[in-house]
């Protein structure tokens, strides 16, 4: 999750959603949480499943999207 923020306003714009939550409450697994470090426990670094996350998710989208920080900060 990450919250856009206005720079000359200092005021939230909106917050970006990416990464899905199972039912039980924990994360799916990623190939690598380079952003904090807060969900590395769920790391794979497994680079085939990356290489097919990727065929998965080849369609380009926005700068903010929740595909490109996902692919940003998780693949």
Known sequence: ???LID????KK???IHFG??????????QFKDKALGLYSKYDTN???RRKLYYKRHSKK???YSADTLA???LW
Do not use: E, F, N, Q
């Open 1 to 3: 999750m990450i919250d």
């Open 7 to 10: 720079h000359k306003t200092k």
């Open 13 to 15: 714009i909106r917050t």
């Open 20 to 29: 899905a939550i199972k039912k039980d409450g924990t994360p799916y697994s």
């Open 46 to 48: 497994d680079k085939a």
């Open 61 to 63: 989208y926005g700068k």
């Open 71 to 73: 692919k940003k900060y």
